[in-house]
């Protein structure tokens, strides 16, 4: 497998406890920041837009003042 290019959202600024996404044509792989040595979870890219809509639509929805 080629050297993967992982990164954060920047809303997790210099926080140890992450997600890291990294992305290929083929697969996106996840890892926990903690620990990046350990197992990591990887999903086709379309499972992994069906998360995304999941977590978007479960998402609490935020009031702008």
């Not at 959202?9 to 620990?35: F, G, K, M, Q």
């Not at 995304?52 to 935020?62: I, K, Q």
């Amino acid at each position: 497998m080629p050297e993967l290019a992982w990164r954060r959202s920047t809303y997790s600024a210099e926080a140890a406890n992450c997600l890291e996404v990294a992305t290929h044509p083929t697969a996106i792989h996840l890892r926990d920041s903690t620990t990046p040595e350990a197992r990591r979870v990887s999903l086709s890219p379309t499972a992994w837009t069906s998360f995304l809509a999941y977590v978007a639509e479960s998402a609490p929805r935020r009031t702008l003042h």
